[in-house]
């Protein structure tokens, strides 16, 4: 079992930046890979980025790629994500997950943090 908790969330205009982060418990992050999703009003969960347990393989949803950056740091057991040039579709609440597989899946995963609101305002 490993716990998650997000912060960094919070609300920015459009074209702003913001930098979520993800801490995780435990001594064995490293055993897992980690993702973020997002879930915005009306709408199902849907996949952001993942990166793969060692940080070298990273995965981005098309809607993102350019814009958002996922790293890891294993030595303090955090996951980012770098959120740049938001648009007001970036609205939703981002959690982020881990999953003990080895690539940057875009499903599976089989825990979740309690999520971090973003706003982004016209």
């Known amino acids: 079992q490993v716990q998650l908790v997000e912060s960094g969330g919070g609300l920015v205009q459009a074209g702003g930046s913001l930098r979520l982060s993800c801490a995780a418990s435990?001594?064995?992050?490293?055993?897992?890979?980690m993702g973020w999703f997002r879930q915005a009003p009306g709408k199902e969960r849907e996949f952001v980025a993942a990166i793969s347990r060692s940080g070298g393989s990273t995965d981005y949803a098309d809607s993102v790629k350019g814009r958002f950056t996922i790293s890891r740091d294993n030595a303090k057991n955090t996951v980012s994500l770098q959120m740049n040039s938001l648009k007001p579709e970036d609205t939703a609440i981002y959690y982020c997950?881990?999953?003990?597989?080895?690539?940057?899946?875009?499903?599976?995963?089989?825990?979740w943090g309690r999520g971090t609101q973003v706003t982004v305002s016209s």
């Open positions: 435990g001594r064995t992050f490293s055993d897992y890979r």
């Open positions: 997950a881990a999953d003990r597989a080895t690539l940057p899946k875009r499903s599976g995963y089989n825990y």
